[in-house]
């Protein structure tokens, strides 16, 4: 079965640093795109980025370029989506997801398969 | 303020057809790229619906069916059922700046 597990919930401080993980299994993980998502309490989606694990190929929304780090362990098959100091506005659930076409060529089709998510709580 | 343009909400009663439209732009849909559509089912994550503008994933049932055509794209749903009650939301690329994926900021749709 294909799938993406993400870590479990965490909750921080304003100005602490994070790092959350997405492992893939049942498919080849280095040859699909992974991206990240936000999706903020009561709000929609919004694209934050995403990387192509076979070269590590990254590319970010601009309105998360310099905010967040994407990366990814292919040894282990895991993306990781990492704040180095994060603020109370950053509260939200964060999922990764797997683009629907194979190949490093392009990456704006469809995701098709998901991550549970991961809450992220930012608070003093 | 999101690059594509959905309605906050739609209704309808169960069995009738309703549609949602996602309206973008000459850099997005206007430029030919593709259009995707997800489901959000309360407290889960996103299930694409949609994806390459009209094609269905295996196991969505043929009642869901998309369109494009110009600045912008439709999804239609027929036989509303009450299950069908959801958020739903398009994506696209947009080509300005140095590229990237855009969302539309969802419609909630309400089963009467």
């Known amino acids: 079965e294909v799938q993406l597990v993400q870590s479990g919930a965490e909750v921080k401080k304003p100005g602490e640093s994070l790092r959350i993980s997405c492992k893939g299994s049942g498919y080849i993980f280095t040859t699909y795109w992974i991206g990240w998502v936000r999706q903020m309490p009561g709000k929609g989606l919004e694209w934050m980025g995403i990387i192509y694990p076979g070269d590590s190929d990254t590319r970010y929304s601009p309105s998360f370029q310099g905010q967040v780090t994407i990366s990814a362990d292919k040894s282990i098959s895991t993306a990781y989506l990492q704040w180095s100091s994060l603020r109370a506005s950053d509260t939200a659930m964060y999922y990764c997801a797997r683009n629907s076409i194979q190949g490093g060529d392009d990456y704006y089709y469809g995701m098709d398969v998901w991550g549970q998510g991961t809450t992220v709580t930012v608070s003093s | 303020q999101s690059v594509l343009t959905q309605p906050p909400s739609v209704s309808g009663a169960p069995g009738q057809r309703v549609t949602i439209s996602c309206t973008g732009s000459s850099s997005n849909i206007g430029a030919g790229y593709d259009v995707h559509w997800y489901q959000q089912l309360p407290g889960t994550a996103p299930k694409l619906l949609i994806s390459g503008s009209s094609n269905r994933p295996s196991g969505v049932p043929d009642r869901f069916s998309g369109s494009k055509s110009g600045t912008s794209a439709s999804l239609a749903i027929t036989g509303l059922q009450a299950e069908d009650e959801a958020d739903y ?24």
């Open chain 2, 89 to 112: 939301y398009c994506q696209s690329y947009d080509s300005s700046l140095s590229g990237y994926v855009v969302f539309g900021g969802g419609t909630k749709l309400t089963v009467l």
